[in-house]
């Protein structure tokens, strides 16, 4: 069963850092085209950062910017998420999803080639 698991969430003070991980389970990334949303309360999901199977094309929301980089170690089957200067606008329920024809420069959670989502997992940014 192919399956995405997403860790490294919790509360932090604005101004802070935290680092998401997603491992994906049951079949290896390499091939895959990898995605970072999140969805805070009462607001659409969003594309936060993308990346290419092979690591050469990143794609990242304007809000991130200069914030957050992503990264992938395809030997560890896993993409990450570096995210720092949090403030109270990054707070979400952060997903990864993947898929081998998704595109990656329009990152985009609605992209029909998304073929694989994790569960989630929450950041709070809170003083």
């Known amino acids: 069963q192919l399956q995405l698991v997403e860790s490294g969430g919790g509360l932090v003070q604005p101004g802070g850092s935290l680092r998401l991980s997603c491992e994906a389970s049951?079949?290896?990334?390499?091939?895959?085209?990898i995605g970072w949303f999140r969805q805070a309360p009462g607001k659409e999901r969003e594309g936060v950062s993308c990346?290419?199977?092979?690591?050469?094309?990143?794609t990242y929301a304007d809000s991130v910017k200069g914030r957050f980089s992503i990264s992938r170690d395809n030997a560890k089957n896993t993409v990450y998420l570096q995210m720092n200067s949090l403030n109270p606008e990054d707070t979400a329920v952060y997903y990864c999803?993947?898929?081998?024809?998704?595109?990656?420069?329009?990152?985009?959670?609605?992209?029909?080639?998304?073929?694989?989502w994790g569960q989630g997992t929450a950041v709070t940014v809170s003083s």
């Open positions: 999803a993947g898929g081998l024809a998704f595109y990656v420069k329009d990152c985009q959670p609605t992209d029909r080639y998304l073929e694989v």
């Open positions: 049951g079949f290896s990334l390499q091939s895959y085209n």
């Open positions: 990346i290419n199977s092979a690591g050469g094309t990143t």
